[in-house]
């Protein structure tokens, strides 16, 4: 986001489809199309097993999800060349990304077990877990963000492209 965006604030408004209904089978085909190549990419990053990423970015997405809504953590940490320290992480546990994925609790342990063993987490307190710092930031880890960048800006042009979606300026509620 540029700084000039920052001053003024997020644009409020929201994406509609075009034509409604009737554009929905070209935009869950492009949809289905999308999420099939971030799982592609997902395999490559944790070696084919979609519950250890499911684990993985559960720990990465709960460690700032509350932090991630303010400006100031935007503009220190917006750039995944900054490194989050594990203080400021929230760290979370097996049974809350149980919760959040509907992967089984010991299913979930077995994960974070295999994630700290390979150096993409590390235990903030005893069962509560954080992304390890510089995990982002290591070469194999940032390509396969950056595929998932290209990817979804490829499904986000290809349907303002194709006219499905447009802007409506105003209040989203």
């Not at 085909?29 to 684990?55: E, I, T």
């Not at 150096?119 to 903030?124: A, D, L, R």
């Not at 005893?126 to 070469?139: D, H, L, N």
Request: charged share 30%; hydrophobic share 40%; aromatic share 6%.
């Amino acid at each position: 986001m540029s700084k000039s965006r920052r001053a003024t604030g997020p644009r409020k408004g929201h994406l509609e489809l075009v034509r409604g209904r009737d554009d929905a089978r070209l935009f869950i085909h492009l949809l289905m199309n999308f999420l099939h190549r971030c799982d592609q990419d997902r395999r490559g990053l944790y070696s084919g097993d979609l519950d250890l990423a499911a684990v993985g970015e559960t720990v990465g997405l709960a460690a700032i999800e509350a932090e991630s809504r303010k400006a100031d953590f935007r503009d220190k940490f917006g750039s995944f060349e900054a490194i989050i320290g594990v203080e400021g992480q929230r760290p979370v546990n097996a049974l809350t990304i149980s919760q959040a994925t509907g992967i089984p609790r010991e299913t979930v342990r077995r994960k974070l077990k295999l994630l700290l063993q390979r150096g993409v987490i590390v235990e903030k307190t005893r069962g509560a877990y954080v992304m390890k710092p510089g995990f982002i930031q290591q070469p194999h880890t940032r390509e396969m963000i950056d595929l998932g960048m290209r990817d979804t800006l490829q499904f986000m042009n290809d349907c303002v492209k194709l006219g499905l979606v447009r802007w409506v300026d105003g209040d989203t509620d």
